[in-house]
């Protein structure tokens, strides 16, 4: 089976720009997260969405960001406009609430630099 | 402030030797799970530890929660060159679902 898949892998862009992230979660999950990794701060949660509705939104550093998850097999995190501080790697993970201990599955992640 | 607090922040081995790596936090967790990460790609879950004083052992990794569930360790037996990664923990309060995770350990195992 596919595990998390996110697109684009890498992404350079010029501050100012708007940046969309995508992630495509493990079919049948329904627990979808957005993380973002950085050597100062280390890996944050920002967003997790069960079953498309955003539960807690309280990681999203400012109003530029934005995440949205339409269906079930697809969500998106977009910055507008995007800054230089912004840049990360951010993480996709999804999970499934069936089983006690729940296993979150991250995707390779995106890394973005922002100019 | 960093809720979780892993230690040391970087450890460079040989082949063979053994190591600890420490997770503290003044925080009570209902569970505490340990991830190991490699460049390029997204943490993978190794285990979940949630009863005081529990032990886990996964081949030559030994997990342990303590027992007012505010720390926890990862012993590695017999380092290997493939153990060579970034080890993070993650707490949980409540459910599993909010994890907050530290800063990680960076290990490089030389052979």
């Known amino acids: 089976d596919a595990g998390v898949i996110q697109s684009p892998r890498h992404e350079v862009t010029e501050m100012g720009q708007e940046v969309t992230l995508r992630c495509k979660p493990i079919?049948?999950?329904?627990?979808l997260f957005w993380y973002r990794q950085t050597m100062m701060r280390g890996l944050e949660l920002l967003i997790y969405f069960n079953n498309n509705v955003p539960i807690d939104d309280s990681g999203m550093p400012e109003d530029r960001f934005s995440a949205k998850m339409p269906n079930a097999s697809f969500s998106t995190l977009k910055i507008q406009p995007s800054e230089p501080r912004d840049s990360a790697v951010y993480f996709c993970?999804?999970?499934?609430?069936?089983?006690?201990?729940?296993?979150?599955?991250f995707g390779p992640g995106t890394r973005l630099l922002v100019l | 402030t960093q809720l979780l607090e892993q230690s040391p922040q970087f450890l460079s081995i040989q082949e063979g030797e053994n190591l600890t790596v420490y997770c503290n936090s003044s925080s009570v967790f209902s569970s505490l799970q340990w991830y190991r990460q490699e460049p390029g790609e997204g943490p993978v879950l190794l285990v979940t530890?949630?009863?005081?004083?529990e032990v886990k052992k996964l081949k030559r990794l030994t997990f342990q929660f303590g027992d007012a569930r505010k720390d926890s360790s990862l012993h590695i037996t017999a380092a290997q060159p493939g153990d060579t990664g970034l080890y993070l923990c993650?707490?949980?309060?409540?459910?599993?679902?909010?994890?907050?995770f530290g800063k990680g350990t960076l290990l490089t195992v030389n052979p």
């Open positions: 530890v949630v009863t005081g004083g």
């Open positions: 993970a999804s999970s499934f609430s069936g089983r006690t201990q729940e296993t979150q599955y």
């Open positions: 079919s049948g999950h329904d627990y």
């Open positions: 993650a707490g949980a309060k409540g459910s599993n679902y909010k994890l907050t």
